[in-house]
């Protein structure tokens, strides 16, 4: 089953906002976890990931940061623009496993 | 680099019909490799995984299977189509190593009528 949900179905922001997509996970023992963007008719991007001896990662106007304490990881997304319109999914893991946990996704509409 | 193939793209078959679908993985030895299926406007639901050649492992009952007849090759099939099989069929692929990043290919999108 999945353990990973996200607090909010859709986000919509204008062209140059800050955009923050959150996500809770239920699984304590959870120690790796990525997040995707997924457009529409394609397959999931990788966009970043963060193990659990960080409480913060950056990338390319991406910005993951998990909170351990209460369970929850957020992806922050610089100067959002319409090309980052898409489903953002996130995905946990415990190392001791082969497969992901996937949260059921937050869609991101920009608008320009 | 790597890269991840799937094939056809697009596929409608009728109910009672045979499906195969497959996955190829360039650039890379001895992956995990994965199907998953997603509904309309749903999250992913891991299908099968498999470890290594002839290896699979099933997540969920169905009158799908899957098969892994070489290294970076793996099919999914079923003998008989559901209406309930439509949807959105993504391949992924990963290294060997301590972190589970999975890299998906483009999927398929298969309609039953």
């Known amino acids: 089953g999945e353990s990973v949900g996200l607090h909010l179905p859709t986000l919509s922001v204008q062209e140059g906002d800050n955009s923050i997509i959150n996500c809770a996970y239920s699984n304590s023992a959870s120690d790796y976890f990525i997040w995707y963007k997924q457009e529409s008719g394609k397959g999931p991007q990788f966009i970043i990931d963060i193990r659990s001896n960080m409480d913060k990662r950056q990338g390319q106007r991406v910005t993951v940061l998990l909170n351990k304490t209460v369970k929850h990881l957020s992806l922050q997304i610089a100067a959002t623009q319409p090309g980052d319109s898409a489903v953002y999914f996130c995905a946990e893991n415990m190392l001791s496993y082969s497969t992901l946990t996937f949260g059921k996704g937050t869609m991101l509409l920009v608008s320009p | 680099s790597q890269t991840i193939h799937q094939w056809p793209a697009t596929l409608v078959q009728p109910v009672g019909s045979p499906l195969s679908l497959e996955c190829t993985v360039e650039?890379?030895?001895?992956?995990?490799l994965y199907w998953y299926r997603q509904a309309a406007g749903r999250g992913l639901q891991l299908l099968f995984y498999?470890?290594?050649?002839?290896?699979i492992s099933s997540e969920v009952p169905q009158n799908l299977s899957a098969s892994r007849p070489q290294d970076r090759q793996f099919i999914l099939s079923s003998k008989k189509l559901l209406l309930s099989d439509s949807g959105f069929y993504l391949c992924?692929?990963?290294?060997?190593?301590?972190?589970?990043?999975?890299?998906f290919g483009p999927g398929t999108r298969l309609t039953v009528l």
């Open positions: 650039g890379t030895s001895n992956p995990n």
């Open positions: 992924a692929w990963r290294r060997l190593g301590i972190y589970n990043e999975q890299f």
């Open positions: 498999s470890v290594g050649i002839g290896q």
